[in-house]
């Protein structure tokens, strides 16, 4: 037997019993609001199954007791950004960004800063795309971009701005001339967000499931393919402290697949996935 073939042996060798999936499973929903169901079972195996290699622990309960003992918090976190879903791209779902430009930009009073929350940013594809959309239209016209995500994996990812070249495909042409650098030699195959736009980008590591930091109030917050993972009262208690920093007439943008209704009535729908605080 090879050397591989030893360690995916024994990686095999640990299964994930019920209890400790149910257990894992609602730690994860009292941390951060997640559902899991049971068909996430073997997710939650193939994430933390190296995990239990790397501490050398022979059963998921082992592993649960050291996540949730009181020196257990880097652990704890390394979890949650295993288990936490990161899927996002360039100028996802484009008639957000359409909206952006033709409702909110063209409406801004001069003079007054424009500020944005990208509420669940992952690795920092959508602030980053929006920054690309303000630098183009605002200039010099002061504007400002808070970024904020569970996992503290992607955002140290976002915070370099440096990615696959492949991701260059979701970019517009003359958007990636003018704010983005290619990789060569050492850095070849990657694609860099330039320094002017990263420092305008504010990234923080938040908790939905938590009070929001002071961060004073936003014209507009993004929370978009987000509440998909999250039961209705939990839907309900983040919508509504988010919206707590939501200056009134502002926006909030959820993920087309997405919806308010029932949710909270602070807010009305002005086309589909963007509500209107009253």
Request: net charge positive; hydrophobic share 40%.
């Amino acid at each position: 037997m090879t050397a591989y073939a030893t360690y995916k042996a024994n990686l095999a060798e640990v299964a994930l019993q019920e209890k400790e999936f149910i257990q894992i499973r609602d730690l994860i929903h009292r941390i951060a609001g997640i559902n899991m169901s049971a068909a996430k079972k073997p997710l939650v195996t193939g994430r933390l199954a190296k995990r239990l290699k790397h501490h050398g622990l022979a059963s998921y309960s082992e592993y649960y007791r050291l996540i949730t003992a009181a020196g257990g918090k880097t652990e704890l976190q390394m979890a949650v950004d295993l288990l936490t879903t990161n899927e996002t791209h360039f100028f996802r779902e484009p008639k957000h960004f359409d909206f952006l430009r033709q409702c909110v930009l063209s409406a801004r009073k001069p003079g007054k800063t424009l500020r944005i929350w990208s509420a669940a940013c992952s690795s920092g594809e959508e602030p980053y795309s929006i920054a690309m959309l303000l630098d183009e239209v605002l200039g010099n016209a002061p504007w400002d971009i808070v970024a904020s995500d569970l996992s503290t994996r992607v955002l140290e990812k976002a915070r370099t701005g440096l990615y696959p070249l492949e991701r260059m495909s979701e970019i517009p042409r003359h958007y990636l001339s003018n704010y983005c650098l290619k990789g060569t030699g050492a850095q070849e195959g990657t694609l860099l967000i330039e320094r002017k736009l990263r420092e305008r980008v504010r990234f923080i590591h938040y908790n939905l499931t938590e009070a929001p930091p002071k961060l004073g109030e936003f014209d507009v917050i993004w929370l978009r393919n987000v509440m998909i993972y999250f039961d209705q009262d939990t839907k309900r208690q983040v919508v509504s402290r988010l919206l707590s920093l939501l200056r009134p007439g502002g926006h909030f943008l959820v993920g087309h697949s997405e919806t308010l209704n029932g949710i909270n009535e602070d807010v009305r729908l002005v086309q589909p996935a963007v509500y209107r605080k009253r």
